[in-house]
């Protein structure tokens, strides 16, 4: 955990520019402090050519190889198409090769983790070279789209980093870490919780720019008194958050975030496995062995296609196939013909039509939902148990952003669970993450209360008392019989707390400095923990980090102070007239 001497003064920076580093796409985009003033949904957001297709995005894929000397090659895009090409060439075998590789800090608790990353062949790196490698070079390829109009500094930049809000607490500060490396400034960054970002950017968003919601119904979602839930659905996660609007405008997190690896890329899973069932085990081994590009091509081609289909149509969809995987199947089997092929049977035990026109692979709409069905429903599932919880009642909005919101399989799927919920979609649902992170970096403030997410404390011995402790924990030191693994609570999980202000203070006596640092600090899901070392309990780090210059066997304060969106510990010795302010996870 990083100790800090004091918090820098906020002035309005003369450029935002933000990161949106996605599951499956990552984007950049900036905007100066003069035009955000204007309008603070103006942003310029860079554009990205995919080599393959030379269409232009305002995404790229979040994917990068390194060579054989684990030195940074490509990204995005480019990357892909470099990988495609060696793949081709029998040249990938020492080629390191990460996608989607951003769920790998879905579930970190620890700053302590070692987290090693598995390429798309089980070769490893460190998964902080990998991720600050990425943001290296969307930090730079942003700063070269900016200065190509104007000749701007780093020190003039304000920089803002998307991520889930489900993640823990030690994951949002690894990707603090890895931007630290990507030698982007602490002091200029600010990491942006993604749905609360694309709630920002809904707020100010004219109506004109919305496919779902009209005038009066998006006046009506930020209200004073109105209740309204955020579904970021984005490729890997669904992040879900709930506000309620307070008099003077700003918010208060009503719901702690919550959600689940549901996300679009379940769906291109699901195809993944009906297409390795239509062609059968040995041509997708002999596939993955000798040409592995064939499948990675088909499923790109899916994730093209599956954006525009839509629910209880009664057009089929056509999804290209490589003829090359058709051939191989011939050659595996030479009595049959791949493309006779009319019948699959699914995982479900569901038999699925299939016809074979040209290069295309041509699926009944009926048949292809199933794809969508399990996330679909894991979404709605969630969603409805959010609203019948007492802190969800009364929410009448729910705004759906992210780029699996572009499907109109989830869209409908949500309105037909709930169609007394008014439901709003910006026509730039997949960029609303990103345009917002830009708001959110020039006006930080409009979350003014939050939810713990666990419950925080540190771990403290006491006096042995038979009628209040367990035996297990029970140690003699100096003669005396005492309790050691006490739950010492600083903060309760779901405890409402006010953004900037500091929380209740504690006393605890620093009995020697350890080399590790002292005062460790835990979380836990349970509101009342006992023991640190409880099934729901885990180590994050410690509050006071080794060679602090604290006075031994004298007592301190601490407090936690949430600051936008991350955490501090503020501690305070008297007797030293020292303080120190620690990243949580840092």
Not at 252 to 272: A, N, Q
Request: aromatic share 12%; net charge negative.
């Amino acid at each position: 955990m990083k100790q800090r001497s004091t918090f820098k003064i906020k002035m309005p920076h003369l450029l935002v520019a933000a990161i949106d580093f996605g599951t499956t796409y990552s984007g950049c985009a900036f905007s100066f402090y003069d035009e955000f003033k204007k309008d603070p949904t103006k942003s310029f957001v860079k554009n990205w050519i995919d080599p393959n297709s030379s269409m232009m995005y305002c995404k790229t894929s979040t994917c990068i190889l390194f060579n054989e000397e684990k030195e940074f090659n490509e990204f995005g895009f480019a990357a892909e198409a470099k990988y495609l090409d060696l793949m081709l060439e029998n040249d990938h075998h020492n080629w390191y090769f990460f996608r989607r590789f951003k769920m790998v800090l879905y579930e970190i608790q620890s700053e302590d983790q070692e987290i090693l990353i598995e390429d798309e062949h089980g070769n490893t790196m460190p998964a902080l070279t990998v991720f600050s490698e990425s943001l290296r070079y969307l930090k730079q390829s942003l700063l070269d789209y900016v200065n190509d109009s104007v000749i701007i500094s780093m020190d003039d930049t304000k920089w803002v980093i998307t991520v889930p809000a489900i993640w823990s607490d030690p994951a949002k500060t690894f990707m603090r870490r890895a931007a630290i490396q990507a030698e982007i400034d602490s002091d200029m960054l600010t990491i942006a919780l993604e749905p609360e970002a694309a709630a920002l950017f809904v707020k100010y968003l004219p109506v004109e720019r919305k496919v779902d919601g009209n005038d009066k119904e998006v006046l009506q979602a930020f209200a004073p008194g109105s209740k309204y839930i955020v579904v970021d659905a984005g490729g890997g996660t669904v992040d879900i958050t709930a506000h309620e609007v307070l008099e003077d405008g700003h918010v208060k997190e009503l719901i702690k975030s919550t959600g689940g690896s549901w996300g679009g890329t379940k769906v291109d899973e699901e195809y993944m496995d009906f297409l390795k069932r239509l062609i059968g085990d040995d041509t997708t081994k002999y596939i993955d062995e000798n040409l592995p590009s064939l499948l990675f091509e088909a499923r790109r081609d899916f994730e093209s296609a599956k954006h525009i289909i839509k629910p209880n149509s009664d057009k089929k969809i056509n999804v290209r196939f490589p003829a090359k995987i058709a051939e191989i199947y011939t050659t595996l089997h030479p009595d049959k013909d791949l493309r006779a092929k009319d019948i699959v049977l699914t995982k479900n035990k569901k038999q699925m039509a299939v016809l074979f026109k040209g290069d295309k692979l041509r699926l009944a709409t009926k048949d292809v939902e199933d794809f969508f069905t399990q996330s679909v429903k894991n979404i709605t599932d969630h969603l409805a148990k959010l609203l019948q919880e007492n802190d969800g009642k009364g929410i009448s909005t729910i705004i759906l952003v992210g780029g699996y919101a572009e499907s109109q399989m989830l869209v409908q799927g949500i309105k037909a669970m709930f169609p007394e919920i008014n439901t709003i979609i910006p026509k730039e649902a997949a960029w609303s993450v990103l345009r917002g992170a830009v708001i959110f970096g020039h006006d930080p403030s409009m979350i003014s209360q939050r939810r713990s997410k666990y419950t925080y404390g540190v771990s403290v011995n006491k006096k042995f008392n038979p009628l209040e402790h367990d035996e297990k924990y029970k140690y003699e030191d100096g003669g005396e019989i005492r309790c050691r693994n006490i739950f010492s609570k600083l903060l309760e999980v779901d405890e409402l707390v006010t953004v900037g202000v500091h929380q209740k203070e504690k006393r605890y006596r620093l009995k020697s400095c350890k080399d590790a640092g002292n005062l460790k600090l835990y979380a836990s899901t349970s509101k009342c923990p006992q023991y640190v070392d409880e099934e729901n309990c885990f180590f994050i780090g410690h509050i006071l980090p080794p060679g602090h210059d604290f006075i031994p066997e004298k007592y301190l304060y601490v407090s936690i102070f949430f600051a936008e969106t991350e955490i501090f510990f503020l501690t305070h010795q008297p007797a030293s007239q020292k303080n120190a302010v620690c990243y949580l996870g840092e």
